[in-house]
Nanobody, 127 residues
Framework: QVQLVESGGGLVQAGGSLRLSCAFS????????MGWFRQVPGKEREFVAG????????SSANSVKGRFTISRDNAANTVILQMNSLKPEDTAVYYC????????????????????WGQGTQVTVSS
């Protein structure tokens, strides 16, 4: 059973950077497309970034393009979200997700395309 554990969240000033990590266990990491989503209270969980199983294809939400970068280290079973130029509106709980179904070399963007989720890590950006 796939398990995901996020780390790296915290409090940062606007314009600053944070690096989120997601540790994967319970499967063969290199077979799983991965993603990051975020959620604020009262709103739907929204897509942030996704990466194919090989790492060769990535996708990101328009709201974070040019600021956030997703990457993966298949040797270390880890997916990273590097967040730069943070804004107060980036404040949310960030969740790591893994797709367990047979997958194309594709960066999936919808919540229902993922099968396993971490517990989330809080990111707070102060103005």
């Amino acid at each position: 059973q796939v398990q995901l554990v996020e780390s790296g969240g915290g409090l940062v000033q606007a314009g600053g950077s944070l690096r989120l990590s997601c540790a994967f266990s319970g499967g063969t990491f290199s077979r799983h497309p991965m993603g990051w989503f975020r959620q604020v209270p009262g709103k739907e969980r929204e897509f942030v970034a996704g990466i194919s199983w090989s790492g060769g294809v990535t996708s990101s939400a328009n709201s974070v393009k040019g600021r956030f970068t997703i990457s993966r280290d298949n040797a270390a079973n880890t997916v990273i979200l590097q967040m730069n130029s943070l804004k107060p509106e980036d404040t949310a709980v960030y969740y790591c997700a893994a797709r367990a179904r047979p997958s194309a070399s594709y960066a999936y963007t919808r919540r229902d395309e993922y099968d396993a989720w971490g517990q989330g890590t809080q990111v707070t950006v102060s103005s």
